[in-house]
Structure formats: structure tokens, C-alpha cells
């Protein structure tokens, strides 16, 4: 397995282009990371779901008001 500093070496050998296709695949792969770790978050049992089911209650309620 490679490490941080030998990964960023790497990156510096790489074309332009290459660099380009690595920078869409890595921001891609975050996005992909992100997305699955929000919907663990606010699934039912989530750490979050709470949130949710306030928002839900409140909303339901007519106890929201605009935002500033």
C-alpha cells in the first residue's frame, strides 16, 4: 500500500491530462463517499434521524418559520 507522501509523489509525475482525469476520478470517489456517509447518517437508527423526525414533527405542527 502506498502512502500519502508517495501518492502525492506520484501525482506530481502525472501529465496534465493525466492529472486532470485523476482529479475528476478523486472528486467523483468524494462525492460517491460523502453521498453514502449522508444517507447512513439520516437513515432510520442513523445518527441523525432524530433531526429528521424533529423537522418532520415541527413542520406538521406549523411550528416553522421562514428563514432570515
Do not use: C, Y
Amino acid at each position: 500500500m502506498s502512502t500519502v507522501a508517495e501518492i502525492k509523489q506520484a501525482v506530481t509525475k502525472l501529465s496534465l491530462s493525466e492529472r486532470a482525469e485523476f482529479a475528476k476520478w478523486f472528486n467523483g470517489w468524494e462525492d460517491d463517499e460523502w453521498d453514502r456517509q449522508m444517507a447512513a447518517d439520516f437513515a432510520p437508527g442513523g445518527k441523525h434521524a432524530g433531526v429528521l423526525r424533529e423537522v418532520d414533527e415541527n413542520t406538521k405542527a406549523g411550528r416553522l418559520g421562514e428563514m432570515p
